[in-house]
């Protein structure tokens, strides 16, 4: 079995641990925050050293600016935020056979330099004694770009795009996950946005806008339903890898000033076709997702149908 560790970072992104990746407990991290955890993640994979005891790594304040724009203000609350949270990593144990959780930190330390507007001003950090065992023995990984994740402005979508990303690799395409389990991997706050609407409005219309449109795949969601008024039970999701024009015009998104993105996204969508929840009436008219293949449109249904049949799993 391939090791985590083993990988090397290229054009697809650096390979970050599927224990990372579904860490729960996160609800108070901003998407700045999960931006500067992915660069810095990155740069201790990409050291060689992330597993040795005692390693402490350094890098410069700017490189951890998501935006040259941005102050170092804002990187230091981001790295508070980051020494504050306790979050919840799944994981083997070492002979394994056990699932266990490991409740951790997510970094050991920051040391700052005191004069933070100096072009030498650096950050070090360390990692969790606890943690690092967890990443050594770590063979799931989803390759992430910092370049997709800094452009990025809504939490939940790096959370989704990070999730899809882990699952990229599998001879599957399509995943249903319980409501309360979605909730948790993407950092929804507890006891919040409990409403449909809400949640949807606020978690799954902007988590697809922006990662249909920065990063290089692309992702249905169907909210699952006993009947069109009764509560999410599940969230059924679908991805792609984009080809074309499609590839193209993300990479080109990626390049413009994130002032006026929101609107230059929504521009990208099309009506989405009328969603039917078993037992409920059609829901009409609202844009969900940017534009897909026309074939793509019913990804979803599609392959949920054939995965309850018991046909093949999906493709790549």
């Known amino acids: 079995m391939s090791s985590t560790l083993d990988q090397k970072t290229n054009a697809v992104g650096f390979p970050k641990a599927g224990e990372l990746i579904e860490i729960t407990g996160a609800h108070e991290l901003e998407a700045s925050d999960r931006a500067v955890l992915n660069l810095l993640y990155q740069h201790a994979h990409d050291s060689g050293l992330l597993v040795k005891d005692g390693t402490e790594w350094e890098m410069p304040m700017t490189a951890l600016r998501p935006s040259q724009h941005e102050s170092n203000d804002r990187l230091r609350a981001s790295l508070v935020r980051l020494m504050r949270v306790v979050?919840?990593?799944?994981f083997l144990s070492a002979e394994?056979?056990?699932?266990?959780?490991?409740?951790?930190?997510?970094?050991?330390?920051?040391d700052v330099s005191a004069n933070e507007r100096a072009a030498s001003a650096t950050v070090r950090f360390g990692l969790p004694k606890?943690?690092?065992?967890?990443?050594?023995?770590?063979?799931?990984?989803?390759?992430?770009?910092?370049e997709t994740v800094c452009a990025m402005t809504s939490k939940y979508a790096i959370a989704l795009?990070?999730?899809?990303?882990?699952?990229?690799?599998?001879?599957?395409?399509?995943?249903?996950?319980?409501?309360?389990?979605f909730r948790d991997l993407l950092g929804?706050?507890?006891?919040?946005l409990l409403r449909g609407p809400d949640f949807e409005r606020r978690v799954i219309e902007p988590a697809l806008l922006e990662v249909n449109g920065l990063s290089d795949v692309g992702v249905q969601a169907k909210l699952v339903r006993a009947h069109g008024r009764a509560p999410i039970t599940a969230v059924t999701l679908a991805w792609w890898r984009k080809e074309g024009d499609a590839f193209r015009a993300t990479h080109a998104e990626q390049q413009q000033p994130k002032q006026g993105r929101?609107?230059?996204?929504?521009?990208?969508?099309?009506?989405?076709?009328?969603?039917?929840?078993?037992?409920?009436?059609?829901r009409r008219g609202k844009a969900k997702a940017p534009t897909v293949p026309a074939q793509q449109l019913d990804l979803v249904d599609a392959l949920a149908a054939?995965?309850?049949a018991g046909g093949p799993a999906g493709a790549k």
Do not use: N
Not at 188 to 192: E, I, L, M, Q, T
């Open 96 to 110: 394994g056979s056990e699932p266990r959780y490991l409740h951790t930190h997510l970094f050991d330390f920051f």
């Open 161 to 181: 795009y990070e999730l899809v990303q882990l699952r990229s690799g599998l001879d599957r395409c399509v995943e249903t996950f319980p409501i309360d389990r």
């Open 87 to 90: 979050v919840t990593v799944p």
């Open 262 to 282: 929101t609107a230059r996204l929504r521009r990208m969508v099309q009506p989405a076709a009328p969603s039917t929840p078993a037992g409920g009436k059609a």
């Open 306 to 308: 054939q995965k309850a």
């Open 188 to 192: 929804v706050p507890p006891g919040k």
């Open 130 to 146: 606890k943690l690092q065992p967890v990443l050594a023995r770590s063979s799931r990984w989803g390759r992430i770009k910092a």
